[in-house]
C-alpha cells in the first residue's frame, strides 16, 4: 500500500466520522466544513471533499443510495477517490 493510499484511507475515516481532525505521521489537520456543509480537508496540497449527495450525478446517486465516497483534488483535477473505503488513483502525482 503506498504512502497516499494509506493516508486516503485515514482521512477517508475521518470524513466520515465524528472527529473534528484527522490525526497523521507528519501532523494533526482539522477537517472543516464547505458553504454547503461538505466535510473537506486539505494536506499536502490535496483537497479531500465528501461527495455532494445534491448534484445529479451517477457519484451522487450513489451517496444518496448510502455510498460513502471521497474525492481527492489537486487544483482542479480529481487524482484519487476512495468508495466505501476502497482506494482508486485517478491520475499520478
Known sequence: MSDLESRSKEIFKAIFSTQS???LEEGTYRIGNT???????TIQGIFY?????N????WAKQAQAGHQIMWGLKGRVYVLQVVDGE???????
Open 87 to 93: 482506494y482508486k488513483q485517478l491520475k499520478n502525482i
Open 21 to 23: 481532525e484527522v490525526e
Open 55 to 58: 448534484k445529479n450525478s451517477r
Open 35 to 41: 458553504r454547503t456543509g461538505l466535510r473537506c480537508v
Open 49 to 53: 471533499i465528501e461527495q455532494n449527495p
